[in-house]
Every structure is written in structure tokens, then in C-alpha cells.
């Protein structure tokens, strides 16, 4: 059972738009998400995290939103760049389990020049 | 550089051969974990390790095991593989607290035959 689902395999968007990454979990003891990007043939990186004290962090061009009441976070990237073009996951643990991360099953972002 | 490192990147065996996956971090961390990436189910942890000589089973640990017998290495093994193990595989470290994020290693693609 998908405890951290992302229902959108790909996004296609414009160079200099925004591009909003979207994740919703079904587990409410999760209490702080991360945002890996991946590309081809690397392992995950880091991105971005919150903690459900937040309701939005920032970092650079990157912010990730989190509403506890609807189980949901998104990730916003502005402006989109080329570079951005990857393989997005939203992970989630639970302060109770944090030896495990769980894992959506990744967005596809396109960044069109 | 700070880097997880795997061995081998490829390898393609036949059902029933036993085999290892190496995995060496540098970064002196003392958590590490094996997760399997399959289409349509994201990232799933195998098994994990919170130090040298402690392991646990994540998600998904039938048919493999692990060791920690130093603390910058932790490798999979896979005594009898079967074709359902067919899949990406990718180590991971962090340090201690439990919402560090992990660094992954580049991924090990495996096929079973």
C-alpha cells in the first residue's frame, strides 16, 4: 500500500515557468517530507525538506508547501530551467520510524527550452 | 569528495547464483540502507543499519541479506536470486538524527534470469 503517492508520472514545462510538483501521503504520523531529484543512470539527490511544524520552506529558486490537513506538499520551482529536467521524488518519514524514508514513485519534470 | 560508492553498476546473473553487492561510504556516517527502485512502486527500503554489528529489516527484505561489519561498508547479498529481484538498487548513508537526508550511492541495475 503507497503510503506517499505522486499521481502525475510527467510534467512538461516551459523555460522560465513555474513548475509545481505535487504529492499528497496517506500516513498522518508523518512529520517531515523531502523532495529528491534524480537523474539518468545517479543516484537520488537532495533537494529540499520541511517539517510539519512549517507550512512552507524556501531555498533559492525551490519552495515546498505542506498542508497537514489535506495530507499534502507540492514543490514549486521558479523560474524553471533546463538543468531542472529530472526525475522528482517526494519522501516522507515518521518520527517513530525514521529509520525508514518513504517514497513516492516520481514525477518526470521537462523543462522545454 | 563525499561521495556513497556501489559495486558492480551493472550485472546481469542467472537464477539461484550468489552474488554481492558492495557498498562503501566516506563520509563516516553511521546509518546506511539498501532500497529497490521498480516501475509504478517508487523507492522501497531493503534493510538498514544504524551502526556496525546492527542491522534491521526494512520493507522488502526477503531474499536478501546484509552485514556491517565496519562502519563504511554495507553490502547486499542476494544467496539465491530470483527473476522478481530484477531491479535498481541503491545504497544510501547519513549521519545520526533522524531526519538528516541520505546521500545515495549511483545505483546497482541488476537482471535475473
Known amino acids: 500500500d503507497q503510503q506517499v503517492k505522486q499521481n502525475s508520472p510527467s510534467l512538461s514545462v516551459q523555460e522560465g515557468r513555474i513548475s509545481i510538483l505535487n504529492c499528497d501521503y496517506t500516513?498522518?504520523?508523518?512529520?517531515?517530507f523531502l523532495w529528491y531529484k534524480k537523474y539518468p543512470a545517479e543516484g537520488p539527490t537532495f533537494l529540499i525538506s520541511?517539517?510539519?511544524?512549517?507550512d512552507k520552506n524556501e531555498d533559492g529558486r525551490f519552495t515546498v508547501f505542506l498542508n497537514k490537513s489535506a495530507k499534502h506538499l507540492s514543490l514549486h520551482i521558479v523560474p524553471s530551467q533546463p538543468g531542472d529536467s529530472a526525475v522528482y521524488f517526494c519522501?516522507?518519514?515518521?518520527?517513530?520510524?525514521?529509520?525508514?524514508?518513504?517514497f513516492g514513485t516520481g514525477t518526470r519534470l521537462t523543462v522545454i527550452p | 569528495e563525499a561521495q556513497v560508492t556501489q559495486n558492480p553498476r551493472y550485472l546481469i546473473t542467472v537464477t539461484g547464483k550468489k552474488l554481492t553487492v558492495t557498498c562503501s561510504q566516506n563520509?563516516?556516517?553511521?546509518?546506511m540502507s539498501w532500497y529497490r527502485q521498480d516501475p509504478g512502486l517508487g523507492l522501497r527500503q531493503i534493510y538498514y543499519?544504524?551502526?556496525?554489528?546492527?542491522?534491521d529489516k526494512g520493507d522488502v527484505p526477503e531474499g536478501y541479506k546484509v552485514s556491517r561489519k565496519e562502519k563504511r561498508n554495507f553490502p547486499l547479498i542476494l544467496e539465491s536470486p530470483s527473476p522478481n529481484q530484477t531491479s535498481l538498487y541503491f545504497c544510501?548513508?547519513?549521519?545520526?538524527?533522524?531526519?538528516?537526508?541520505?546521500?545515495f550511492g549511483p545505483g546497482t541495475r541488476l537482471t535475473v534470469l
Open positions: 563520509m563516516n556516517h553511521e546509518y
Open positions: 520541511i517539517s510539519s511544524i512549517k
Open positions: 543499519s544504524m551502526n556496525v554489528e546492527v542491522t
Open positions: 544510501a548513508s547519513r549521519s545520526t538524527g533522524a531526519y538528516n537526508e541520505q546521500f
Open positions: 519522501a516522507a518519514s515518521a518520527q517513530t520510524g525514521a529509520n525508514n524514508l518513504f
Open positions: 500516513n498522518s504520523m508523518f512529520d517531515y
